[in-house]
């Protein structure tokens, strides 16, 4: 069985179709991924699932409620024609120094950016993430988040599929490697196309997605 990595804070799985992705979710593991919120002027939303502690599982796709955004929506789901996990997240303890400690150790994972979306119930959330475009475009080096003063999704009662394990494939695994370590973090790799493994814990049992 392959480690949870270190700091994990979540993997996003990209759709074309949030609805159809959902719905697909919900049949295979018998649990429904809660509404998670609007990502206003990018065109996105998103659903969540709890994978146990603070971790979780978020699953984003074109929102139909807005109008097209006048640049390409998050994590390229305009270019997906079926639904892919593209990357994850890290939660470094303090954002700014894990950035200064990868630039110091041969990987720039990009500035820090303002982001934020409005819950269901109208709460408004706000974390830094760091830039998606100077991550390596793979998608299997995380990308890092820091939820500052706001209530992390994992903590408004989510439903839950536990995460068993997670590893991922690559063209060239000894690549990827010493990027991930210099994140303070680290994945299962194997060689392999591009693309992420793990198993969940669910009620029709250990459920696994590639």
Known sequence: ??????????????????????????????????????????????????LGGSSYLEIIGPDPEQC?????????????????????????????????????HGYDPGPAQAMSRRRPDGTLLEWRLTDGDDAHPSGLVPFLIDWGSSVHPTATGLPTTPLLSLSARAPDPDEVRPLLAALGT?????????????????????VTFH
């Open 1 to 50: 069985m392959n480690a949870i990595p270190a700091l994990l804070d979540h993997l996003v799985l990209a759709t074309p179709d949030l609805a159809a992705t959902v719905a697909d979710f919900a049949r295979r593991t018998g649990v429904t991924p809660a509404p998670g919120g609007v990502h206003v002027g990018l065109g996105t939303r998103n659903h969540l699932v709890s």
């Open 68 to 104: 097209p955004p006048g640049s390409p929506r998050p994590f390229a789901v305009d270019g997906l024609t079926a639904a892919r996990t593209v990357t994850w997240a890290i939660s470094p303890p303090d954002l700014d120094a894990a950035i200064a400690h990868a630039r110091a």
């Open 186 to 206: 680290d994945l299962g790799l194997t060689t392999g196309p591009v693309g992420f493994s793990y198993t969940l814990d669910t009620p029709l049992g250990p």
